[in-house]
Nanobody
Framework: QVQLVESGGGLVQPGGSLRLSCAAS????????IGWYRQAPGKQRELVAS???????NYADSVKGRFTISRDNANRTVYLQMNSLKPEDTAVYYC??????????WGQGTQVTVSS
């Protein structure tokens, strides 16, 4: 079973930046698409960005132009660079497989809080 460990969250002021990392326990080269998701208090988990094994990226409209997803297959890690953060970006962020095969077991996530 694949284990995914997210890190890099924290408290940041509006307009600030954070870089999240997602480390996998096994090679991610064969995972076609991986996504970053987030869940805010009282809301459903939502997909904010995804990347395929050939580098095709997609973003939710709410983060387009501010977030960048990337993957390093050699180091089994997926990143989410978040710039120009807003209070509404506050959530627990998770990474997981994206697509018709469904997600692996969810990790603990990493908390991102945007507040002055």
């Amino acid at each position: 079973q694949v284990q995914l460990v997210e890190s890099g969250g924290g408290l940041v002021q509006p307009g600030g930046s954070l870089r999240l990392s997602c480390a996998a326990s096994v090679s991610i080269s064969s995972i076609y698409a991986i996504g970053w998701y987030r869940q805010a208090p009282g809301k459903q988990r939502e997909l904010v960005a995804s990347i395929t094994s050939i580098g095709i990226r997609n973003y939710a409209d709410s983060v387009k132009g501010r977030f960048t997803i990337s993957r390093d297959n050699a180091n089994r890690t997926v990143y989410l660079q978040m710039n120009s953060l807003k209070p509404e970006d506050t959530a627990v962020y998770y990474c997981n497989r994206f697509g018709r095969l469904g997600p692996f077991d969810w990790g603990q996530g990493t908390q991102v809080t945007v507040s002055s």
